[in-house]
């Protein structure tokens, strides 16, 4: 039993023990004002996910991503020809552009590695989170009126 919880938690650590260092959440804003104190550190991030053509970014909000305000983004990169966590989809799978494209224009979170030299499409973007292994759909609890989740 215990062995099995120990392989577990390696396989759900893996991006962690590869890298030598444990992820740190830190907001949108954190990163664009302070990129010096993330470089090349693994984050998890949420924001509002763009996929579309030359603006594949994470935005500050849904009004920052319909201007292309890329000052308020960063560009991202997904891991490729590696299983990724895509949820709510399947747990680990082989990234396509059709799991993805589950995820454009909607509030993610996501894991990968940042990186403040890095500006994504033309130097549009504030900087650049790369090789993204993980991806999930945050959830709407309210609507501004009544709250949808419990």
Known sequence: MIKKAIIILAILLQPCILLGEEIQSVSLINLIANP?????KIVRVEG???IKFEDCALYLSKSDADYLNG???IWVSFAENKDISIQPLDRNT??????LGYFDCKYVLLEGVFD???HGHMGSYA???DNVTRI?????WYDGKKQLKK
């Open 71 to 73: 000052h308020n983004a």
């Open 94 to 99: 082989k990234l396509t552009k059709e799991n």
């Open 127 to 129: 900087a650049t989170l």
């Open 116 to 118: 403040k030299n890095e």
């Open 48 to 50: 509002y996910l763009h």
């Open 136 to 140: 999930m759909e945050s959830t709407q």
């Open 36 to 40: 010096e104190k993330y470089n090349s």
